[in-house]
């Protein structure tokens, strides 16, 4: 509890954090990866058979690529980074401690890759020709090292859900080469081939003319699509096989939120819709059927982002309590520091606490209090609103039930502190929900305005 | 002051390695992001040149220079990565906290980039963009852009100054005074760099023996040395601790170094090949190298003592948190064993707490409750009915909304609970015989005193829909006959239920039978 706390108003940290990190997995795995091997194959191809249309193709193509990855992919990729750093300092610092090593190679590896990739994009007309099959190998060369990136951070993210010993071992190695490892790698590769594959078919249909070209190309990112597509279906079932189950439960409310999760079945619904226009479309492209992929393209590409979309929000939050499971929870209290401070006090050892500027003193604890155990996750006012939450409940009920947040809700973490300072952070809720109090930032340390209309 | 513990405690380096791969890797992030500021600056300035000298049509200068912001940008975004690992691994606790209180602007530098990026990638590959436009795009660009250095460089110099810290706080997390101008100067220095940098990128690099951009950049780089003259002299006066010898040193080895490229710009400017690679390039980056060597110093001064604290603190808070380990893990193992997929483990984790063990009301946390729990066991009602209650909680009680279980999972609980207590069934016909005229009198009682709240219906009224809690709709849901006796007779504690205890005992089971037939009607 060394650093002060911030959170993100309104939006709320976690779906900040999302929403960069989508824009980042959409582009990294969909561009950087798939659009880009699909563009060296269209090289490739276009030696080969010394077609202009394919090479010109893949010109343009990847054009439009490096601008959207190195000014979109990348920045959001750190971006991930920059709001992890500024929201859970602890979390981050602990997870760099940990993959110290995998994370600077990463480095290494991301620097290559984009120096080999700008060097693949400005030598595209110079190294033709005669030179030609060296820029074909220089762009696999990036296939390997994007694919070498996803490696290292694979094996991080996999660690988040799935820590196997290391809470208790603390072993480097079975922390990395952790149970979903290479699930969720030949899983992250089948989705960045598949959306790569979209993506492409969605330019080509879009933009070319030549008729025999548009078939023949449409007809093999068809088959890439759908090879990877199956690869999808079948990795993403292996990968929820080494999930615990204690946290593979909460998948379904993670996609419904409380609005939906009595209607389950929505979830089936939608997906077997998916999945049926995603076979719809790739049967028409297989067959080149330019029309019919015209006109299905858009609500298939729209549902390969919703997948990855629903594929990360589960994978998010299930793992619900921790930040990193058997060390860390959500709230960067450690866990044996959250049986300690239930002990002593999450004030006395809070060390930005005693700093805030003068305030009626439940308040003043309460909101602190607040920021630090709930604040990464619910709102005051925005996303996942506690005022909602709470609303309803009496100021006792509210005290027993931030007591049991783990037991009752499993996927939230338990209160760390003391009796007291859980009736102090109660009845601040409970003044919160009834309008008396009025805040929106409680970890800013501004006076805070109270409210009389009692 | 401040602990870090356990795992914040590793250093998977030793300090004097950490300190050499962070100045080489932030040297080379800053190189570059000096030539994406630079490129942006000098293109946008030859597109207002070109546009007011009427050369819109002419070969285009900004367009030139502007193709290779996307390498420079590229390459100054991912050679950021590395020092950025590397300060967040070596100065934790400043570096972070400094994020921490700039955190929205710091957030904000995401969007910034990825307009400022976009814009100029945008304008440098297309071929017509409609001037008006095309100067629009280039200033908001610009304008995000410049804006990323300045959030940069305030996170840098706040992670320095920890004891200005409280003063920022308290400042509404802003820098005011001394600290305040020598950012700004620090900002301006990075800008005027750029401008250097910048030129001397393009002078080398870009120009391709064309004689008339070629003085055309000298001339930036010329004058860019002169601003960085003015603005280091003010930055140096603005230091908020006096620097100590080797800052100095460095400082003034990158001034000379500075001044000799001026003098040989000088002497060689009338030349056809006036700065010649071989000397331009060593030069510039012996200039770079002590400026940032100097600023690196200063940091070090303030960061290491703050670091040694630090780790001594951590190591005692890591110690008061030992003995709770093992507990700790033991939780988290039965954690894991845990799955809240059946009826019995939902009840037991999450409603044991009030409900009881024995689903009687009596949890372990009755006690704290002015409304006591339901007595679950008793309660007869209808499935529709229960899932309302569980996933809308009961008003103005401590019993919350469920909805963080799915339906199935509900469903789940209701069947564990009908299983064992038959929750529900009907109520149980009462044992007892009740004589008419209790019957007649009851009739009385519900019509003239319990109707007001509970409707003659059983299923509430206007006036007591408002009740915190409100009372339950008979309708739908009732108890076994027992635990309804006992309510009537007692009261249900902590609501506007009162108890009618006066009323005969044959009366009061004349009103059970009334509410239970409410259900059965």
Redesign the interface.
């Known amino acids: 509890m060394q650093f002060p706390v911030y959170e993100i108003p309104y939006l709320g940290n976690g779906m900040t954090i999302g929403l960069d990190a989508i824009l980042h997995v959409i582009i990294s795995h969909g561009l950087a990866i798939g659009a880009i091997t699909i563009i060296v194959i269209s090289e490739y191809i276009g030696f080969r058979k010394s077609s202009r249309d394919w090479e010109k193709f893949a010109k343009e193509f990847l054009m439009v690529n490096i601008i959207i990855i190195t000014g979109i992919g990348a920045v959001t990729g750190v971006g991930i980074w920059f709001i992890t750093s500024a929201i859970s300092p602890n979390g981050i610092g602990s997870m760099l401690r940990i993959f110290f090593w995998p994370w600077f190679s990463e480095w290494i590896v991301f620097a290559l890759e984009v120096i080999v990739l700008l060097i693949y994009y400005f030598t595209w007309d110079k190294w033709s020709g005669e030179s030609k099959k060296k820029h074909i190998y220089l762009g696999a060369s990036y296939i390997v090292l994007g694919i070498s990136s996803a490696f290292l951070i694979t094996g991080i993210l996999g660690f988040m859900l799935t820590p196997d010993g290391w809470p208790w071992n603390k072993s480097f190695w079975s922390a990395f080469f952790n149970p979903s490892f290479i699930p969720q790698l030949l899983l992250r590769a089948s989705m960045a081939f598949a959306l790569g594959a979209s993506f492409s078919m969605a330019f080509l249909l879009f933009t070319r003319r030549e008729s025999v070209f548009r078939k023949e190309a449409l007809h093999l990112f068809g088959k890439v699509f759908l090879v990877s597509f199956i690869g999808v279906v079948i990795f993403s079932i292996w990968y929820f096989n080494v999930v615990p189950s204690t946290f593979k439960t909460h998948a379904i409310f993670s996609i419904l939120d409380s609005r939906f999760s009595q209607q389950p079945e929505i979830l089936y619904i939608i997906n077997a819709i998916g999945i049926f226009i995603l076979l719809l479309f790739a049967l028409f492209a297989l067959k080149g059927s330019v029309f019919s992929s015209r006109f299905l393209i858009i609500p298939a590409l729209l549902f390969c982002i919703v997948c990855v979309m629903e594929f990360e929000r589960v994978r998010e939050f299930i793992r619900g309590p921790y930040l990193m499971p058997g060390y860390m929870y959500a709230n960067q209290v450690l866990l044996n520091e959250s049986l300690f401070l239930e002990k002593d006090g999450m004030l006395k050892n809070a060390y930005w606490y005693n700093k805030i500027t003068d305030n009626p003193e439940v308040i003043k604890q309460g909101a602190y209090l607040f920021a630090q155990n709930c604040s990464m996750c619910h709102t005051i006012g925005g996303i996942n609103d506690i005022k909602t939450k709470v609303k309803g409940r009496p100021e006792d009920g509210i005290f027993v039930i931030i007591g049991h947040t783990h037991e009752m809700v499993p996927f939230m973490p338990p209160f760390s502190g003391t009796e007291d300072e859980r009736r102090t952070m109660a009845r601040f809720l409970y003044q919160l929900s009834n309008e008396k109090i009025n805040i929106a930032a409680p970890s800013r340390f501004a006076p805070i305005k109270e409210v009389h209309n009692e | 002051?401040?602990?870090?513990?356990?795992?914040?405690l590793?250093k998977?380096?030793p300090d004097e390695w950490l300190h050499g791969l962070l100045f080489t890797t932030f040297t080379l992030h800053i190189l570059f992001v000096l030539l994406t500021l630079g490129t942006a600056i000098i293109a946008l300035y030859y597109f207002v040149d070109a546009w007011w000298g009427g050369k819109l049509s002419e070969s285009r200068w900004d367009k030139e220079i502007l193709r290779t912001f996307?390498?420079h940008?590229?390459?100054a975004?991912?050679?950021?990565?590395?020092p950025?690992?590397l300060i967040?691994?070596g100065y934790?606790?400043p570096f972070?906290?400094a994020?921490?209180?700039f955190?929205?602007y710091?957030?904000l530098?995401?969007v910034f980039?990825?307009i400022a990026?976009?814009s100029f990638?945008?304008l440098a590959?297309k071929n017509h963009v409609h001037h008006y436009l095309h100067l629009t795009f280039g200033v908001i660009a610009l304008i995000f852009l410049l804006a990323a250095p300045g959030i940069f460089v305030a996170v840098l110099l706040t992670a320095e100054n920890a004891d200005k810290w409280?003063a920022i706080?308290?400042n509404?997390?802003r820098l005011s005074g001394p600290i305040s101008y020598h950012w700004l100067f620090r900002y301006l220095h990075v800008i005027g760099a750029s401008l250097v940098f910048g030129a001397g990128f393009h002078y080398f690099f870009s120009t391709k023996d064309e004689t008339r951009k070629k003085k055309a950049m000298l001339k930036w780089i010329v004058a860019g040395i002169l601003i960085q003259f003015v603005l280091g002299i003010i930055l140096y006066t603005t230091l908020l601790e006096k620097p100590d010898f080797i800052t100095n040193v460095s400082v003034f080895t990158g001034l000379g170094i500075a001044v000799l490229l001026l003098w040989i710009i000088y002497l060689t400017m009338d030349k056809k090949d006036a700065l010649s690679i071989r000397t331009g390039v060593p030069l510039l980056m012996l200039i770079i190298i002590p400026m940032l060597l100097a600023r690196q110093f200063i940091q070090n001064k303030k960061f290491m003592p703050f670091e040694k604290q630090l780790q001594s603190n951590s190591v005692s808070y890591q110690k008061?948190?030992?003995p709770?380990?093992i507990?700790?893990?033991n939780?988290?193992q039965s954690?894991?064993?845990?799955?809240?997929?059946n009826g019995e483990t939902i009840y037991s984790?999450?409603c044991t707490?009030?409900h009881g063990e024995n689903v009687d009301g009596n949890g372990s946390?009755a006690k704290?409750?002015?409304?006591l729990p339901e007595d679950l066991a008793a309660i007869r009602t209808t499935r529709p009915y229960l899932?309302t209650i569980l996933?809308g909680?009961v008003?103005?009680?401590?019993?919350?909304?469920f909805?963080?279980?799915?339906?199935?999972?509900?469903e789940s609980l209701i069947d564990y609970l009908d299983k064992k207590h038959h929750i529900l069934g009907l109520p149980d016909p009462i044992a007892v015989k009740i004589p008419d005229s209790a019957s007649n009198e009851a009739q009385i009682i519900y019509t003239e005193t319990c109707s007001k709240c509970h409707g003659t219906d059983g299923k509430g009224t206007a006036f007591s829909k408002g009740f915190?809690p409100p009372p339950p709709d008979f309708s739908v849901f009732s108890l076994s006959t027992r635990r309804a006796f006992d309510i009537i007779t007692n009261g249900y504690t902590g609501t506007v239920m009162y108890p009618f205890s006066n009323l005969a005992e044959d009366v009061r089971w004349g009103l059970v039978k009334i509410v239970n037939d409410k259900r059965t009607q």
């Not at chain 2, 954690?335 to 997929?341: E, F, G, I």
């Not at chain 2, 909805?403 to 509900?410: A, E, S, W």
Request: glycine letters at 6%; proline letters at 3%; charged letters at 15%.
């Open positions: 002051m401040n602990s870090l513990h356990d795992i914040l590793k998977p380096l996307l390498a940008k590229s390459l975004v991912v050679l950021g990565v590395g950025l690992l967040q691994i934790s606790v972070f906290t994020i921490n209180l955190a929205p710091w957030i530098i995401i980039l990825i990026f976009l990638d945008a590959h409280m706080v308290q509404g997390y008061t948190l030992q709770y380990t507990a700790a893990l939780n988290y954690d894991l064993k845990t799955t809240y997929d984790k999450s707490f009030c946390e704290h409750l002015a409304i899932l996933t909680g008003s103005g009680s401590a019993m919350p909304y909805t963080v279980f799915d339906r199935y999972k509900l915190e």
